[in-house]
Protein backbone atom coordinates (compact mmCIF):
# COMPACT_ATOMS: atom_id res chain seq x y z
CA UNK A 1 0.00 0.00 0.00
CA UNK A 2 0.79 3.80 -0.75
CA UNK A 3 -0.37 6.49 0.98
CA UNK A 4 0.38 10.19 -0.86
CA UNK A 5 -0.01 12.95 0.47
CA UNK A 6 -0.55 16.43 -1.88
CA UNK A 7 0.38 19.99 -0.76
CA UNK A 8 1.14 23.29 -2.20
CA UNK A 9 -1.77 24.28 -3.96
CA UNK A 10 -3.21 27.44 -3.72
CA UNK A 11 -4.55 30.75 -5.49
CA UNK A 12 -2.49 32.72 -7.98
CA UNK A 13 -2.09 35.01 -10.53
CA UNK A 14 -1.94 34.35 -14.45
CA UNK A 15 1.70 34.48 -15.30
CA UNK A 16 3.03 33.09 -11.54
CA UNK A 17 4.48 30.18 -10.33
CA UNK A 18 3.62 27.04 -7.72
CA UNK A 19 5.32 23.77 -6.49
CA UNK A 20 3.30 21.05 -5.64
CA UNK A 21 4.54 18.24 -3.54
CA UNK A 22 3.46 14.89 -2.55
CA UNK A 23 4.94 12.98 -0.07
CA UNK A 24 4.75 9.34 0.07
CA UNK A 25 4.42 6.72 2.49
CA UNK A 26 6.06 3.19 2.87
CA UNK A 27 9.86 1.99 2.33
CA UNK A 28 9.27 1.09 -1.39
CA UNK A 29 8.83 4.50 -2.51
CA UNK A 30 11.87 4.34 -5.35
CA UNK A 31 10.48 1.76 -6.90
CA UNK A 32 6.57 3.47 -8.02
CA UNK A 33 6.46 5.11 -10.82
CA UNK A 34 4.63 8.80 -9.85
CA UNK A 35 2.99 11.08 -11.70
CA UNK A 36 0.05 14.08 -11.69
CA UNK A 37 -3.35 14.29 -12.90
CA UNK A 38 -5.69 17.06 -12.91
CA UNK A 39 -9.39 17.57 -12.58
CA UNK A 40 -11.59 20.79 -13.55
CA UNK A 41 -14.85 21.47 -13.16
CA UNK A 42 -17.19 19.46 -14.67
CA UNK A 43 -14.07 17.62 -16.61
CA UNK A 44 -12.60 14.34 -16.92
CA UNK A 45 -9.67 13.88 -15.07
CA UNK A 46 -6.70 14.13 -17.35
CA UNK A 47 -2.86 13.15 -17.20
CA UNK A 48 -0.36 16.00 -16.62
CA UNK A 49 3.48 14.35 -16.03
CA UNK A 50 4.58 11.16 -15.11
CA UNK A 51 8.23 10.39 -13.74
CA UNK A 52 9.93 7.24 -13.43
CA UNK A 53 11.02 5.14 -10.36
CA UNK A 54 14.74 6.44 -11.41
CA UNK A 55 13.61 9.42 -12.79
CA UNK A 56 15.31 8.30 -15.97
CA UNK A 57 11.63 8.74 -17.80
CA UNK A 58 9.41 11.77 -18.13
CA UNK A 59 6.30 12.34 -19.74
CA UNK A 60 4.20 15.81 -20.07
CA UNK A 61 0.94 16.24 -21.04
CA UNK A 62 0.90 18.62 -24.52
CA UNK A 63 -0.49 21.77 -23.00
CA UNK A 64 1.66 21.74 -19.80
CA UNK A 65 5.25 20.94 -21.83
CA UNK A 66 7.54 23.99 -21.23
CA UNK A 67 5.78 25.39 -18.40
CA UNK A 68 5.93 22.39 -15.35
CA UNK A 69 8.22 20.11 -14.65
CA UNK A 70 7.94 17.16 -12.55
CA UNK A 71 11.04 15.80 -10.53
CA UNK A 72 11.54 13.04 -7.44
CA UNK A 73 13.94 13.11 -4.71
CA UNK A 74 13.68 9.36 -3.62
CA UNK A 75 15.82 10.14 -0.26
CA UNK A 76 12.66 12.20 0.76
CA UNK A 77 9.78 9.94 -0.53
CA UNK A 78 8.52 13.02 -2.43
CA UNK A 79 7.87 13.81 -6.05
CA UNK A 80 7.37 17.34 -6.95
CA UNK A 81 5.79 19.41 -9.78
CA UNK A 82 7.07 23.02 -10.75
CA UNK A 83 4.70 24.77 -12.38
CA UNK A 84 5.45 27.91 -14.16
CA UNK A 85 3.75 30.39 -16.06
CA UNK A 86 0.33 29.11 -14.94
CA UNK A 87 -2.78 30.24 -17.28
CA UNK A 88 -6.33 30.40 -15.71
CA UNK A 89 -7.21 27.07 -17.69
CA UNK A 90 -4.84 25.51 -15.43
CA UNK A 91 -7.23 25.85 -12.43
CA UNK A 92 -8.10 22.47 -11.51
CA UNK A 93 -7.60 20.02 -8.27
CA UNK A 94 -4.29 18.25 -8.92
CA UNK A 95 -3.98 14.60 -7.85
CA UNK A 96 -0.77 12.30 -6.95
CA UNK A 97 -0.75 9.35 -8.36
CA UNK A 98 1.52 6.04 -8.11
CA UNK A 99 1.65 2.80 -9.67
CA UNK A 100 3.99 -0.05 -9.88
CA UNK A 101 4.54 0.26 -13.78
CA UNK A 102 4.04 3.69 -14.82
CA UNK A 103 1.98 6.84 -14.80
CA UNK A 104 1.24 7.86 -17.89
CA UNK A 105 -1.96 9.45 -20.62
CA UNK A 106 -4.68 6.74 -21.01
CA UNK A 107 -3.19 4.27 -17.75
CA UNK A 108 -5.35 4.48 -14.43
CA UNK A 109 -2.47 4.50 -11.96
CA UNK A 110 -3.25 2.20 -8.36
CA UNK A 111 -3.23 4.74 -6.06
CA UNK A 112 -4.30 8.27 -5.49
CA UNK A 113 -3.77 11.32 -3.29
CA UNK A 114 -6.93 13.49 -1.70
CA UNK A 115 -6.25 16.43 -4.29
CA UNK A 116 -4.99 20.15 -4.00
CA UNK A 117 -6.71 22.70 -5.08
CA UNK A 118 -5.06 25.26 -7.68
CA UNK A 119 -6.81 28.56 -8.70
CA UNK A 120 -4.85 31.22 -11.11
CA UNK A 121 -6.70 34.18 -11.31
CA UNK A 122 -6.81 35.83 -14.60
Known amino acids: QVQLDESGGGLVQAGGSLRLSCAAS????????MGWFRQAPGKEREFVAGISWSGGGIYYADSVKGRFTISRDNAKNTVYLQMNSLKSEDTAVYYC???????????????WGQGTQVTVSS
Open 97 to 111: AADRLTVAAGKIPSY
Open 26 to 33: GRTFNTYA
